[in-house]
């Protein structure tokens, strides 16, 4: 645009100040005047606003001859010396011709709060515009602050008769040739991004500090939704005109464009303009792919977007939470970001920003649930849209600017049987990670891997057979830019990572003078090799060896019990039947001798050629209310295997137990591991367990 043009020219010294502002107000309507350089084919009628505040903001220091060169572009349109009255004289069929209306009409929209004008007295005109700001302003009245009424006479009667808030409809084709090119928004540069916006607020007495009024120039060729979506901008602005009208440019467009938004909301209508500045056009980017750029850029068109923070705001919470905003942002300067920081601190909340736009399941919380049925599905940009292939590593890359995130996508290939996350950034100062990973077709709850060192997964198991892993990395942090030099790696390997696949099973029964009942307990999973190489027992000092390999379980176990207990007195006589199932696995915890609850599979090397097996599966459920046995303890179905360090079939069964009395060995080679053995076998009491292993990784090292 004309703006950046001349923006670019003054910081490049080729320009003074002044001349920058003048250019800008002839760049409105590419008036004659403004050098060529400095022309476009786009029109951003919205770019007065902010050329106002600033004339406003510096009017002490400007020469006089400036200031009587911006004067028709500073006052109401209604004002003889206006811009809009005196016109822009251009040559027209090889003549001179000034267009421009000198007599303006008005219409009370909102009795005793808005009033329209019109050039002219086009009574039709008056009427409907009357009735969209009528509208409008109903449903604008619990969202957002009003504008402060204005200073009645100011600068006399004739021009502004009383102190309501005043909109402006002209015809901006009148002054603009830019405007009747843009009729079809197809044509290169005229898309939404490129017009801009149809509209601008200016302010206006009273003044007190940096508050004041507002009145509003509106085009009049806009009708339908996007005059009411327009009208809802401009009047937002004039409501932060109320706590500061020289704030930063981004916090004023984008908490417009919320309102907006809002608006249409309560008035049942969809918002399509405000998701045009997610989604974007083919000619134009829209916010969801900038999302690794500062929400608070001031850069272009990007703060119209930057609504969407202020959904989430308000979905966090409510309405009001946009107004105590601006509330906190009252001082003189702009506080913008450090305002809306000190309501809703970003380093709370900006990360689960980040996460929510992500914009589809399983984000728990979306846009498009309650709060919006309409809200569009569109998603960010990624950065990384990659598939992970055995012996790859990919680097995350993560180098973030200020309130900024970043997306990326691995698809896991089916060959690839193991995949190794190792995260150098936990626990930096502004960074977070999310990851979302999909299992089995089926996406998990989205984890945080922030402060997470590194994750393992093996695709030989059934909760870790992922498919797809999506990481969100975000900066929270509204001064430092996040370049850490190290990146996170996701790395991607053919080997199985599962060593034993199968089930173990165990059978308990009784039958005493006190009752009867059984309980079973059965495992299914995988058991792993264990990454602590000096997990006990196979340290030295607790076997006296340390070529021993354990291993962990990754599965469920299923129970069942069933009691009927009869004495020995009569009134102690109950009957319970329950069961369920218990995820088992996980870490080992620190400085513990076993798996958590005992859980371990053992294989130790034997002379001559081969490995002994042994281990223990105890588990935990709640005590049973109705038991009946030989053993006050027998509150609990049975641990799911239990074959002893030392069984051999020298050593003597007694009661029955073969699991001792019996060698449980493999060859190296071997890819099975299966057994039944019996604990104990009375005629009251029996415990007996089964189990069938194969083996899906490697031999045993």
Known sequence: ?????????????????????????????????????????????????????????????????????????RVRPS???????????????????????????SQIAVPGEARVWVPGDAQADLQRHAADVAKVWAAYEDVFT????????????????????????????????RAPACVDPSIEGCSLYATGAAGMARPTSP??????????VVDAASGGDEALFQLAHEIAHGGEFHYDSGEATWFFEATANWVAYRVFQKLGLVPNSAYQWLRGTSRATGFFDRLDQPLDTERGFDAYGAWLYFQFARMQRGDAVVASMWQAARGIGAQGTTAIDSVLPFKDNFAEFALRNWNKEPVPTRYRSAPDSTFPNIQPRLAADETLHPAETHAVTVQLPTLAATYHSYVIDPKTRRIEFENPLAGRPGFHLWAIRNVKETWQEPEDWTNVESKKFCRDVATEDVGQIVLIASNDSLTQRF????????????????????TMTATHSWNTTFGSGSATSTFDGVWT?????????????????????????????TWTWHSKKTGPNPEEACEETNGGAVPIGGPVAPGAIFHQDSQMLVLEPVAP??????????????????WASVESNAKNPPQFFDVYQGSSASNSAGDGNTCWASTWEID?????????CVQYDYDYNSLSFEWSLTRIGPPPG
């Not at 050629?609 to 109705?626: E, V």
């Open 1 to 73: 645009t004309s703006e950046t043009l001349i923006a670019a020219a003054l910081a490049g010294g080729a320009i003074t100040y002044e001349q920058s502002l003048l250019y800008r107000a002839l760049a409105l309507f590419d008036s004659p005047g403004l050098p060529a350089e400095y022309r476009s084919a786009t029109a951003d009628i919205g770019a007065g606003t902010e050329l106002a505040i600033e004339i406003d903001a510096h009017e002490g220091e400007l020469s006089a001859d400036v200031l009587a060169k911006l004067a028709p572009y």
């Open 79 to 105: 004002d003889p010396t206006s811009i809009f009255n005196t016109g822009i004289t251009r040559p027209v069929a090889g003549a001179l011709l000034a267009l421009g209306p000198t007599e303006w009409a």
């Open 146 to 177: 009003k504008p402060d009424p204005d200073q009645a006479a100011d600068p006399n009667a004739t021009v502004n008769p009383d102190a309501l808030v005043d909109f402006y409809f002209v015809d901006v084709r009148a002054l603009d040739p």
């Open 207 to 216: 003044r007190r500090a940096n508050a004041s009024s507002a009145y509003f």
């Open 483 to 502: 370049d850490p030099g190290e990146t996170p790696t996701i790395k991607g390997s053919a080997s199985g990572c599962g060593d034993w696949r199968g």
């Open 529 to 557: 090799e264990a990454e602590d190489k000096l997990l006990q027992p196979c340290q030295a000092e607790y076997l006296g060896k340390d070529a021993c390999v354990v291993y962990i379980p990754d599965g469920t176990v």
């Open 609 to 626: 050629d081969g490995f002994a097996y042994w281990g223990l599966g105890t588990f935990k459920t709640p005590d049973a209310t109705c």
């Open 668 to 676: 190296p080679a071997g890819t099975t591991i299966k057994g039944s």
